[in-house]
C-alpha cells in the first residue's frame, strides 16, 4: 500500500515536471507564429502608420512576421474589444492610443474593463497633435479660426479619426477654451478624414502629427498650431496653441497591449522587439518629421502613464460635461 502510494506521487511529480517544462519550452519558443497587431482605425492614418513601421521592425526582431490589422469603429472600441477577447498568448497585441485612456470617460458602458482587460507591453512614443486647414483656407492663424467661429456659431466643422480620439477631445478643448461653437465630425480613421479635409467637405483638423505632417511638407496643408504646451521642432515656426489660448494642452501617444493574462516572459520578449524596432532607421526616418518622442521603456512605463492620463481627461471630461456624438 506505501509501495503504490510513493509509486503514485512519483507519477504526479513526473506529470507536473513535464507539464512545466513543456510551458518553459513553449514560452522559451515564442513567437513560432505570425503575430497579430491591431490596428482600431481605417488604413491610412497616423496610428496605421506608426503601427506598419513599428511591425516591420518587430518582425526582424522576433523573426516572425508581425501582421497589422485594421478593425476600425465605435471610436476605436471595436477593435480593441477584440484584443480584450483574445487568447493571452502573445500572439494578439493592439496599438493604443490616446482614445484608450478617455473612452473609460466617455463611455462608462464599454464592454470591457480598460483597467483590467489589457497588460501593457511599451509606450512607443508621444508628440503633438497639429491644427491644420487646406493650403487654400482662409484662416492663416488660430485667431482668424476663433474669429470666423464667433461670428457664425456651430458653421465651422472639425474631423477626428472618431469619438474619444486625441483630435476630437482637442477639438473638444479648443472650443470650451474658446468659447465658440463648431461641430465634430467622426470618421473611422485619419485616412478618410485627410480625404474629406483636402476635399473640402470639413474645415480643419486637429490631427496626429503623424497623420498630417506629409500633408503639410507636401504643402496640401497649412500647420496653425501645435497641440502641446510648447511649440515642436518638428514644425518649425507653428506656434503652440495655448499662445492663444492659455492653458490648452493635448498629446498624443502610441502604446501597445496585450489580453490580460498573458505571461510576462513573452511580453518582455515583444518589450524588447519593440525597443529594437523604435532603433530601426526605417523608423527613425519616419517619425522624426512628426515630432514624436520615442520612450519605448518597460511595460510599467506605459501603464503609470495612460493612468495619469486616464485620470487628468477624466476630470476635464467632466468639468466641461464633454459627451461622446
Same mark, same amino acid.
Given at each position: 500500500?506505501?509501495?503504490?502510494?510513493?509509486?503514485?506521487?512519483? @507519477?504526479?511529480? $513526473?506529470?507536473?515536471?513535464?507539464?512545466?517544462?513543456?510551458?518553459?519550452? *513553449?514560452?522559451?519558443?515564442? #513567437?513560432?507564429? #505570425?503575430? @497579430?497587431?491591431?490596428?482600431?482605425? *481605417?488604413?491610412?492614418?497616423? +496610428?496605421?502608420?506608426?503601427? @506598419?513601421?513599428?511591425? *516591420?521592425?518587430? /518582425?526582424?526582431?522576433?523573426?516572425?512576421?508581425?501582421?497589422?490589422?485594421?478593425?476600425?469603429?465605435?471610436?476605436?472600441?471595436?477593435?480593441?474589444?477584440?484584443?480584450?477577447?483574445?487568447? #493571452?498568448?502573445?500572439?494578439?497585441?493592439?496599438?493604443?492610443? !490616446? %482614445?484608450?485612456?478617455?473612452?473609460?470617460?466617455?463611455?462608462?458602458?464599454?464592454?470591457?474593463?480598460?483597467?483590467?482587460?489589457?497588460?501593457?507591453?511599451?509606450?512607443?512614443?508621444?508628440?503633438?497633435?497639429?491644427?491644420?486647414?487646406?493650403?487654400? /483656407?482662409?484662416?492663416?492663424?488660430?485667431?482668424?479660426?476663433? &474669429?470666423? $467661429?464667433?461670428?457664425?456659431?456651430?458653421?465651422? +466643422?472639425?474631423?477626428?479619426?472618431?469619438?474619444?480620439?486625441?483630435?476630437?477631445?482637442?477639438?473638444?478643448?479648443?472650443?470650451?477654451?474658446?468659447?465658440?461653437?463648431?461641430?465634430?465630425?467622426?470618421?473611422?480613421?485619419?485616412?478618410?478624414?485627410?480625404?474629406?479635409?483636402?476635399?473640402?467637405?470639413?474645415?480643419?483638423? !486637429?490631427?496626429? &502629427?503623424? %497623420?498630417? /505632417?506629409?500633408?503639410?511638407? /507636401?504643402?496640401?496643408?497649412?500647420?496653425?498650431?501645435?497641440?502641446?504646451?510648447? #511649440?515642436?521642432?518638428? !514644425?518649425?515656426?507653428?506656434?503652440?496653441?495655448?499662445?492663444?489660448?492659455?492653458?490648452?494642452?493635448? =498629446?498624443?501617444?502610441?502604446?501597445?497591449?496585450?489580453?490580460?493574462?498573458?505571461?510576462?516572459?513573452?511580453?518582455?520578449?515583444?518589450?524588447?522587439?519593440?525597443?529594437? $524596432?523604435?532603433?530601426?532607421?526605417? !523608423?527613425?526616418?519616419?517619425?522624426?518629421?512628426?515630432?514624436?518622442?520615442?520612450?519605448?521603456?518597460?511595460?510599467?512605463?506605459?501603464? $503609470?502613464?495612460?493612468? %495619469?492620463? =486616464?485620470?487628468?481627461? @477624466?476630470?476635464?471630461?467632466? =468639468?466641461?460635461?464633454?459627451?461622446?456624438?
Amino acid at each position: 500500500m506505501q509501495t503504490s502510494f510513493r509509486a503514485m506521487l512519483a @507519477r504526479m511529480s $513526473a506529470l507536473i515536471g513535464t507539464t512545466a517544462l513543456a510551458a518553459t519550452t *513553449a514560452f522559451a519558443a515564442f #513567437p513560432d507564429k #505570425p503575430v @497579430r497587431l491591431v490596428v482600431p482605425f *481605417a488604413p491610412g492614418g497616423g +496610428t496605421d502608420l506608426i503601427a @506598419r513601421t513599428l511591425g *516591420a521592425g518587430m /518582425s526582424q526582431a522576433l523573426g516572425q512576421p508581425v501582421i497589422v490589422e485594421n478593425k476600425p469603429g465605435a471610436g476605436t472600441i471595436i477593435g480593441t474589444d477584440a484584443v480584450a477577447k483574445s487568447a #493571452p498568448d502573445g500572439y494578439t497585441m493592439i496599438i493604443a492610443s !490616446f %482614445a484608450h485612456a478617455v473612452n473609460p470617460s466617455l463611455a462608462p458602458k464599454l464592454p470591457f474593463d480598460t483597467s483590467k482587460a489589457f497588460a501593457p507591453v511599451v509606450l512607443v512614443g508621444r508628440g503633438p497633435n497639429v491644427l491644420v486647414v487646406r493650403a487654400d /483656407s482662409p484662416f492663416k492663424s488660430v485667431k482668424d479660426v476663433i &474669429a470666423a $467661429a464667433k461670428g457664425k456659431p456651430g458653421a465651422l +466643422t472639425y474631423a477626428s479619426q472618431g469619438n474619444g480620439t486625441s483630435a476630437h477631445m482637442a477639438g473638444e478643448m479648443f472650443t470650451n477654451l474658446a468659447k465658440v461653437e463648431m461641430v465634430h465630425v467622426p470618421y473611422r480613421g485619419a485616412g478618410p478624414a485627410m480625404t474629406d479635409l483636402l476635399g473640402g467637405q470639413v474645415d480643419m483638423i !486637429f490631427g496626429t &502629427a503623424a %497623420a498630417v /505632417s506629409l500633408f503639410v511638407d /507636401s504643402g496640401k496643408m497649412r500647420a496653425l498650431a501645435v497641440t502641446t504646451p510648447q #511649440p515642436s521642432t518638428a !514644425f518649425k515656426g507653428v506656434p503652440a496653441l495655448a499662445e492663444a489660448l492659455p492653458g490648452y494642452q493635448v =498629446e498624443s501617444w502610441y502604446g501597445l497591449y496585450v489580453p490580460a493574462g498573458t505571461p510576462a516572459d513573452v511580453i518582455a520578449k515583444l518589450n524588447a522587439a519593440a525597443a529594437k $524596432a523604435t532603433q530601426n532607421p526605417d !523608423f527613425v526616418k519616419k517619425v522624426e518629421h512628426e515630432g514624436l518622442v520615442v520612450n519605448a521603456g518597460p511595460p510599467a512605463e506605459l501603464d $503609470a502613464y495612460v493612468r %495619469a492620463e =486616464e485620470a487628468r481627461w @477624466r476630470k476635464i471630461v467632466k =468639468e466641461n460635461n464633454i459627451k461622446s456624438d
